[in-house]
Structures are given as C-alpha cells and as structure tokens.
C-alpha cells in the first residue's frame, strides 16, 4: 500500500516538508476555536465517540498512556480519572497550550510528531490517537513509531474519520463539501483549514485498508468499530 498522506496537501501536491509545515501553521491558527469547531461540524457527536474510546482503552492505575496529537486533552481528561499517567504528545504548542488550561495537572505534555515521538522504546501500556493520524507526514512511518514506544504486547487506539456507508455518503459528501468549509470561515476565521481538513478526509484509508497498513506495520488483533454508518471508525490493534 503506497502512503496516501505523503507528498500532498489537501489537492495540492507538496514535499513532506512543505506538508508539515502548513499543518503545523494550520493547528497554529485555529487552536482557540477548534474544539467549538468539532461541536458545531459533528453536532457535539465527536465527544461520545471519544468517551467510547476511552471506555475501550479502560486506563488503570499504573499504566503509561500516549495519546498522541491529543493537543487540546480531550482524551486525556477522559482517560486522567483512571490513575494511569497520561501523557500528551503533540508538534502543535498552540493546540498543548489550550490543553494545558483544561486538563488536570496530573496530565503530561510534551512536544512531538508521530514520526518521532520523544519516548523510549517499549515505553506505552497503551496509546491513542483521536481524528490526528491523517495529520501525519507519513501514514507508515506514524505506524512504526507507535509500533516502538508500545510495550509487547500494549495496545493502539485510532479514532479516525473513515468511509461512510453507501446510503448516507451523497449527504455526508454534500455536507463536508459545501457546509463544513463555510463553518470554518464563520467560526474558526479559516476557511481554507478546512478546505484541507475536509480533503485529508477524502483521502485518508477507508476501514480495510487502515487495518491493513497497521497489519503491514506488524500489528496483531487488528479490528474496528463504526460510528454512525462509518462517519467515524475506532481502529485497534495490539503489539505483538
């Protein structure tokens, strides 16, 4: 499977660095307002998938959770309560900086990319990921990254916008499209983010073929749940 998020940005095709760059300077400007974004774009939807994702993971005390990309905490703060130590990674300040105000102290945040995370080897009982792995420069080096800092054994979790059902797809398409991008002008004083954020959608794996790639990247036990016809997708897998 070739990398989709490689060497593009949105339709525009891009060098990896020019991809990060622009994501980064993207995360950068709608920090204040992202999470009011998610609100009104999924109609308050994306809190319950998080909250069902962090039922999945089931932190306990004890254990080393990651959750990457995870900026403004909202995993975080759900999964903070168990006990385990949580730690945020994310390349985006601005976005850690809006998480550092929410969370509680307990929580953890460190800069970093899913390419190279800054933690050792065999570091993770668990990590998650919540609608950031289509962020990535590369969908296989994020993969193999998390593969390292997981323990044998840990597990993975990736909350992921994925390939609706055939039924309601001419709506959602219609909706993401046409509505979406005009939210981010009213809201977030971006349309163009979300030009990109509606894009990297459309490009990003649909169910099989991320479960594939995470089998390619040696991930056992590989397997996913639907959200709302396919709207969204938990993805999961365990090192092996």
Not at 23 to 31: D, E
Not at 115 to 141: C, K, Q, V, W, Y
Not at 221 to 232: D, F, S
Request: charged fraction near 20%; charge should be positive.
């Amino acid at each position: 499977m070739t990398d989709p998020l490689s060497g593009s940005f949105g339709r525009e095709s891009v060098t990896a660095t020019e991809r990060e760059r622009r994501i980064r300077s993207l995360f950068q400007a709608v920090a204040g307002r992202y999470d009011l974004m998610n609100d009104i774009m999924s109609m308050g939807i994306h809190r319950l998938w998080k909250r069902s994702m962090a039922r999945a993971v089931a932190a306990r005390s004890g254990q080393t959770i990651i959750d990457l990309a995870g900026g403004t905490g909202d995993i975080a703060r759900l999964l903070a309560p168990s006990g385990a130590r949580v730690v945020v990674c994310d390349p985006s300040t601005a976005m850690m900086a809006v998480g550092m105000g929410r969370c509680p102290k307990s929580v953890e945040f460190v800069e970093g990319s899913a390419e190279a995370m800054p933690f050792a080897d065999d570091s993770a009982h668990a990590l998650t990921i919540a609608f950031g792995l289509r962020n990535t420069t590369s969908l296989h080096a994020a993969l193999a990254e998390i593969q390292r800092v997981l323990k044998p054994g840990g597990r993975f979790w990736c909350l992921e916008f994925s390939r609706p059902w055939a039924i309601i797809r001419p709506g959602y398409d219609a909706w993401s499209r046409l509505v979406i991008p005009r939210l981010g002008a009213w809201v977030a004083g971006e349309p163009a983010a979300y030009d990109y954020l509606v894009e990297s959608i459309r490009r990003f794996p649909a169910q099989g073929e991320l479960a594939a790639a995470m089998r390619d990247a040696g991930f056992t036990e590989v397997g996913w749940r639907n959200y709302c016809g396919g709207i969204a997708c938990l993805h999961q897998g365990t090192k092996a």
